[in-house]
């Protein structure tokens, strides 16, 4: 096996003992949108540590991963919900909501008023604004 591969593995298994204490943090819903009774996935808020964390992992439902790979898709007002979101107490779900409503500012009106309105630490606005979707 490759130097790759192992050290994949290890990352892997780090945010896999990361799982209990997210699902505990999250109340085993989705930290973006509330959804309880979904698959639940974690996601790593770029940009990716040497070393997963908790304080840069949260846990989403498939369909927020989804649109968090593939983030030209987000559109509609099913997102609104990020406008409440954004003023989480985690800063990884500031940052992930921020992101997500810049994205959808492009195409909705509404996320664009969003985006005025949201006042961000100055340590969570640089992390939000070090990476795009």
Do not use: N
Not at 53 to 61: F, H, K, Y
Not at 74 to 85: I, K, N, P, S
């Amino acid at each position: 096996m490759g130097k790759g591969y192992v050290t994949h593995q290890a990352r892997v298994l780090a945010l896999q003992g990361l799982g209990k204490d997210l699902a505990r943090r999250a109340k085993s819903k989705c930290e973006l949108t509330g959804a309880a009774g979904v698959p639940l996935r974690l996601y790593e808020v770029p940009p990716i540590a040497e070393e997963p964390e908790m304080a840069r992992t949260i846990l989403v439902s498939e369909a927020c991963h989804e649109m968090l790979e593939f983030p030209k898709r987000l559109q509609g007002r099913e997102w609104q919900c990020l406008a409440e979101v954004v003023w989480s107490e985690m800063p990884a779900v500031q940052v992930v909501a921020w992101r997500m409503l810049r994205e959808l500012a492009k195409r909705e009106d509404w996320a664009r008023e969003v985006i005025e309105e949201i006042f961000l630490d100055d340590d969570v606005e640089t992390w939000a604004k070090s990476a795009e979707l």
